[in-house]
């Protein structure tokens, strides 16, 4: 972890740990909400910003460095909006705002521009008039191996742990979303039961009740959901650069709300893959040393290392499985980050490991080999070089050989909505055809049964949409 100053710090008095306020932002709200519940369950109060949206795009672009990524425009742009409101609004004197607020963001040493966010933002504080700002960063690809050196942010193991079963459990709310959603009756209802949901955690969380029981007191509410699943709606994973793919924001046009809108099912990227590949991207590179350093023996040095590595890598998948369990999501596995490289390797050279590396690569493959998606978008930020200059390259070799493969990519600039509606407009309507296809090969039954509505209804078939998975198990069960 480090800290940065834009200004001499010994000009400004900061305020002590008990008077600082820590800001935090650039997930979605229900991921935020439920963090920050957590970091405050250890004594860590965050807040978290809002939302990034055009204006904090157009803030990004006016006080930043020229030929950024779109990701570090909307997100160092995101946190001179909050400040300005804080300024503005808030009526906060800026020295005030310099003294004790403080921003905590990841931070990476690339090879893309990951490692230069740090100076984006001390540039962009600088020019928006808050020079002297604080940021303090913690290496993303550094995770379970970094050591707190600041005291002003506690990044103790305790408090990883907790943010990562929160997040864990942040992921599946998001994955019911999306699997439900399309198909409720009640326009409105898969959100509201799902917030209340959310409610019960962030409880459980600041209360520490268990999480176990408040999830599966969860599925209570969620069986009383209207859902009618026998509509065959085609299946979009949504993929790509990690910030672009997983942002519900102007940062992707809201792409997830968009594909539903039109009458999609969306698969998209649980958070916690992020954390999977930075543990898979440590073993790896433990793996590689070990071979180099090897003598033909034992390095007891690294035993510790690989032990944590093991340790992290089980319980994530153990306790993901767990809460879904307990609150009834069926159906879904966590990313299989070996598999993802096994089949990635050959196309894609692993040692390129800047942005998700190799995992946009291998999502294709893995999509095209399992037949669980009827399109698959990947989502790359303008400028962005490990998204653009490689995946999408690679990707092309991939689609040459599999030709049946509907695949689009959609760079995401902040400016150019209108074409990149219309580009995923056209895939799209290629992906409803397939699941309509695809489900008219059934023939159903005259009287549906009512459970196969059931939100956790998840029948095995070699199907890709939810009705056709449906319509072929009422098919078998004849
Ligand atoms: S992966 Fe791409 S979009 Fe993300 S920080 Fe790096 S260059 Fe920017």
């Known amino acids: 972890m480090s800290i940065n ?3 001499d710090s010994k000009q400004i008095e900061y305020a002590p740990k008990s008077e600082t306020i820590l800001l935090f932002g650039g997930l979605t709200l229900t991921r935020e909400r ?3 519940a957590a970091a405050a369950s250890v004594g860590e109060e965050y807040i978290f910003l809002p939302n990034a949206t055009y204006r904090s795009y157009e803030l990004g672009k006016m006080y930043g460095n020229k030929a950024q990524c779109s990701p570090t425009y909307f997100t160092v742009g995101n946190l001179i909006k909050y400040l300005i409101y804080l ?15 403080v921003h905590v963001t990841a931070n990476g040493c690339g090879p893309c521009r990951f490692g230069m966010y740090i100076t984006e933002y001390k540039k962009a504080l600088r020019d928006a ?8 960063s913690f290496e993303h690809n550094g995770n379970i191996f970094q050591e707190a050196q600041e005291q002003i942010v506690k990044f103790s193991p305790k408090f990883f742990i907790i943010l990562t079963k929160a997040a864990i459990i942040a992921d599946i709310l998001t994955i019911l979303g999306d ?11 898969v959100d509201k039961v799902l917030k209340r949901c959310e409610d019960k955690i962030v409880e459980a969380l600041k209360n520490r009740r268990s999480l176990i029981r408040e999830l599966y007191s969860c599925r209570k509410e969620l069986e009383k959901l209207s859902l009618n699943r026998v509509v065959p709606k085609p299946k979009v994973m949504v993929m790509g650069e990690f910030w672009a793919a997983m942002t519900r924001s102007d940062g992707n046009y809201q792409i997830h709300k968009f594909l539903e809108e039109q009458g999609a099912e969306v698969i ?17 590179l433990r793996e590689q040393k070990e071979g180099l350093d090897s003598k033909g023996l034992v390095d007891f040095s690294e035993a510790k290392k690989k032990t944590l590595i093991l340790g992290a890598k089980y319980s994530i998948r153990a306790t993901f499985n767990l809460y879904a369990k307990a609150i009834g999501l069926k159906g879904y596995e966590l990313a299989n980050m070996d598999y993802l490289y096994k089949i990635a390797k050959d196309y894609y050279p692993v040692d390129s490991n800047g942005g998700e590396g190799h995992l946009e690569v291998a999502h294709l493959l893995e999509a095209i080999k399992h037949k669980s998606a009827h399109l698959v978008v990947s989502v790359k930020p303008f400028g962005c070089m490990p998204s653009s200059g490689v995946s999408d390259g690679i990707q092309s070799l991939v689609t040459s050989k599999f030709k049946d493969a ?24 290629k992906a409803k055809q397939s699941a309509k296809e695809e489900f008219s090969k059934f023939k159903l039954p005259s009287s549906i049964p009512s459970f196969v ?9 070699p199907c890709i949409s939810t009705a056709a998975k449906i319509a072929f198990y009422l098919e078998q069960r004849r």
Request: hydrophobic share 35%; no cysteine; net charge positive.
């Open 268 to 284: 998209s990227q649980p958070l916690i893959n992020r954390i999977l590949l930075n543990i898979w991207e440590a073993e790896y």
């Open 87 to 101: 300024r503005d609004e808030k009526k906060i004197p800026t020295k005030e705002i310099i003294r004790r607020y």
């Open 129 to 136: 008039g808050f020079d002297g700002f604080r940021v303090v």
């Open 453 to 461: 509505n059931r939100y956790n209804f998840e029948p095995k078939a």
């Open 406 to 429: 509907n695949f689009i990519s959609l760079e995401t600039s902040g400016d150019g909505a209108v074409n990149f509606y219309s580009r995923l407009q056209m895939a799209l309507f």
């Open 34 to 36: 439920i963090l920050q």
């Open 5 to 7: 100053y834009n200004l």
């Open 179 to 189: 699997k439900l959603r399309p198909y409720e009756l009640n326009k409105g209802e």
